[in-house]
């Protein structure tokens, strides 16, 4: 029982609107502010979490308990969420991750295809299912939400960030975001967000992050943290959108109506600016369009140490940001210094008491409508659902689903019974590699990083017994080994946010030298591409008879067999266009032709 009870929590004739005045009325000044602020889980104690009345914890990325079991995960949640329930008034805190293709912080969760690769199913009722199993595998862990559907509309490739958006079409884009918010939040046997398994789902990065420039990245020589440090290297991401109004409304505004009116209740505010003017400090989009225009009651939040990077000095920042409507401050370090900032800009009132109240009540309300304060538990008796094989499944199949064929010239499918098999490329047996950057680390990291089935296991899993699979990482097969067909398989290196921003889509000359190794040995070459977004092939692509773009699949790299074999049919189609050249990028002129428009694929026939 939370002490918030004690004021007649219970009396069915308070509503929840009530309940939450209720609850604000009792509050000071400090707890109210408590609310509004989320900490790191590594830089704050749960007695701390007690004594400020901490409104939400989180898991950055890669930011696991050790061991890294999906059991300690829930002991590590659970000590937090104890010790908010041990604050004066009792309120339940918000645990946060970034769930983006799964439960992808912890070793043994199923790992989907990132949201390209489900842009490339073109199926909202996919990103509901695994939305839906996802939920499932967070709740069992006591994380209530999930900073997820990143509904970015990418509009240059080169961005590091573009394997989080579904395509480049705000429609596209629209439509999978929503089936992701109603994936999290819903399922078939309960709707809303009370239910334990039900979980809050946060729209991001409000409001153009897909439309930066490159080159357009900022520094920001007053912030000395090592994180910052790694943004130096960025060049688009967190970059600025220059462009008119019409165009923000056009492109880059409708996914975020669509996700709040599939119930989204929070939404993460982008590090990037427009024309300019940094989101975090952009009241006219924050307050004046998203909460006032487009009606949003939810609350929102900023991005990691976004605040920060407004100005020079913390107390303008905190003041600018909040005055702009930002509701929770993703600190995420030094919770103490935020604290005390805005406890003096209020006093000071250079911040409105009743901004801090509307903020606070947002909070509180989308906690009621959780049901928090009755249950602020998930459901531990789900633990052996993390990663099982029902959900295993799903990802299968959501793999199978997203890759695209570029380029079938008498190759595929390929028989079981072929004789001899040759598999080359470091790739082909990397469920690292597979699964990209937001995997067990922030980063990604190649090698065997979490469990999973690799393509070459699934190769191995899907021919008959008598075929011969040969697998060379590098190529190097001995000079009188033949086969009839041979796959190479290659990858992008894992990358999360700016790190990934390239200047230079073109594939790396070893890959090229390894498609040419690999070339001699086999009648039908087929190139398999792990990739976040298209990379330029132009040169590639004649010395091979066949091209599948796989995306990042995830964990569950059967998956690519089983279309590879025949067991089912190609069908994924281009999320994105697919340049021939990086002249043609960020954007291919009307009077050029991309290598592959959106929405190319080639289809084969499916066994099953
Ligand atoms: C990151 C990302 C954001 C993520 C947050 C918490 O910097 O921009 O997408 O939700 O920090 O990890």
């Not at 069992?140 to 395509?167: K, L, M, S």
């Not at 993460?268 to 487009?294: C, I, Q």
């Not at 905190?318 to 210094?337: C, E, Q, S």
Request: with cysteine.
């Amino acid at each position: 029982m939370t002490g918030y009870q004690s004021v007649s929590f219970q009396e069915s004739s308070t509503s929840d609107t009530e309940r939450v005045d209720i609850l604000l009325s009792q509050m000071t000044l400090a707890e109210k502010i408590g609310q509004m602020t989320q900490v790191e889980k590594n830089s704050i104690t749960p007695e701390a979490v007690t004594e400020y009345g901490i409104g939400s914890v989180l898991s950055g990325g890669g930011g696991s308990p050790a061991p890294n079991t999906p059991q300690m995960w829930a002991r590590m949640t659970r000590r937090f969420q104890e010790a908010a329930l041990r604050s004066r008034l009792g309120v339940p805190l918000l645990y946060g991750v970034d769930a983006i293709h799964g439960h992808n912080n912890v070793a043994g969760a199923t790992i989907f295809p990132h949201n390209v690769g489900l842009g490339a199913t073109h199926d909202p009722e996919l990103a509901a299912r695994i939305g839906r199993i996802t939920a499932v595998e967070l709740s069992a862990t006591h994380v209530h939400w999930n900073f997820t559907p990143c509904v970015a509309v990418p509009q240059d490739i080169r961005w590091g960030r573009t394997y989080e958006g579904f395509g480049e079409q705000t429609d596209l884009v629209s439509e999978m975001g929503a089936a992701a918010v109603r994936g999290l939040q819903e399922a078939d046997d309960y709707s809303g967000l009370s239910h334990r398994q039900a979980i809050l789902a946060c729209a991001k990065h409000f409001v153009g992050d897909g439309g930066a420039a490159w080159g357009s990245a900022g520094q920001y020589e007053w912030i000395q943290d090592n994180w910052q440090r790694a943004g130096s290297q960025y060049q688009i991401d967190q970059g600025d959108m220059n462009g008119d109004e019409a165009t923000l409304r056009a492109v880059h505004l409708p996914p975020y109506q669509v996700a709040i009116e599939a119930g989204a209740r929070s939404i993460m505010v982008s590090f990037s600016s427009w024309n300019g003017l940094k989101l975090h400090a952009h009241k006219y989009l924050l307050t004046d369009v998203l909460k006032r225009e487009m009606g949003f009651t939810g609350f929102l939040v900023s991005d990691w140490m976004a605040i920060d990077q407004l100005d020079p000095d913390f107390y303008t920042c905190v003041v600018t940001a909040v005055n702009a409507g930002l509701d929770m401050i993703m600190v995420p370090f030094d919770y103490r210094r935020f604290i005390l900032t805005l406890t003096q800009a209020v006093e000071k009132g250079d911040v409105p008491l009743a901004r801090i109240e509307d903020a606070a009540r947002r909070i509180l309300a989308v906690k009621e409508e959780m049901g928090l304060f009755a249950q602020p538990w998930g459901d531990e008796s789900l633990l052996p659902q993390v990663g099982c094989q029902a959900h295993r499944q799903v990802a299968r199949e959501a793999v199978r689903r997203s890759l695209v064929l570029l380029k079938n010239e008498g190759a595929l499918p390929l028989p079981k019974n072929t004789p001899r098999l040759l598999v080359a490329g470091a790739a082909a047996d990397d469920v690292g590699l597979q699964c990209g950057g937001w995997t067990i680390e922030w980063q990604g990291k190649s090698g065997p990083i979490t469990p999973g089935t690799t393509f070459l296991a699934g190769v191995r899993e899907t021919v008959a017994a008598e075929t011969a699979v040969n697998y060379q990482p590098d190529g190097r097969f001995p000079a009188n080994l033949t086969a009839d067909a041979g796959i190479v398989v290659l990858s992008e290196p894992p990358y999360a946010e700016g790190v990934g921003d390239r200047a230079d889509l073109t594939l790396p000359a070893s890959d090229l030298a390894l498609i040419e190794r690999a070339r001699p040995h086999c009648r039908r070459l087929i190139v398999i591409l792990y990739s976040g977004r298209p990379l330029i092939i132009t040169d590639c692509l004649p010395r091979c008879d066949a091209f599948i773009a796989a995306w990042l699949p995830g964990s569950e790299g059967q998956g690519i067999s089983d279309v590879l074999f025949g067991d089912y049919p190609f069908s994924g189609k281009l999320p994105f266009t697919w340049p021939r050249s990086m002249n043609q990028i960020p954007a291919c002129a009307a009077e050029d032709t991309p290598l592959f428009p959106y929405g190319y694929g080639l289809t084969t026939k499916g066994g099953k």
